[in-house]
């Protein structure tokens, strides 16, 4: 049995995967900040956004998202996102989402885009 860290980085690796596929520009990887992280930030069409990886090593059961990111985790999330973009100086539109990662057979990803704000 993997390890909860090695399943994590699985699903953080194949969330990157599919966001480079649909377009996206990954600027971050697990950039922290303060006790703060987030999994992924990346770019397309002058949105930045924000992204929580969730992984599940069972395919056979569909996760409601309100099961995977407690309202603890989004303030925490925003509060590090604020601090990204008072660094980076981003002017654009912004936009927090939360990518559930499955392992089973196929893999697949569902991707909620806009989750929070």
Not at 38 to 45: F, L, N, T
């Amino acid at each position: 049995m993997k390890s909860r860290k090695v399943v994590g980085r699985l699903g953080e690796d194949l969330a990157l995967q599919y966001l480079e596929r649909c377009g996206y520009q990954v600027m971050e990887k697990n950039y922290r900040k303060g006790r703060g992280e987030i999994d992924i930030i990346a770019v397309r069409q002058e949105l930045l956004i924000f992204a929580e990886v969730k992984t599940c090593s069972y395919s056979h059961r569909k996760s409601v998202v309100e099961d995977k990111v407690s309202w603890y985790q989004r303030e925490k999330i925003k509060q590090t996102a604020y601090r990204y973009l008072d660094e980076s100086r981003w002017d654009g539109a912004i936009r927090f989402d939360v990518l559930i990662v499955y392992l089973g057979e196929p893999c697949s990803v569902q991707h909620f885009k806009g989750y929070f704000d």
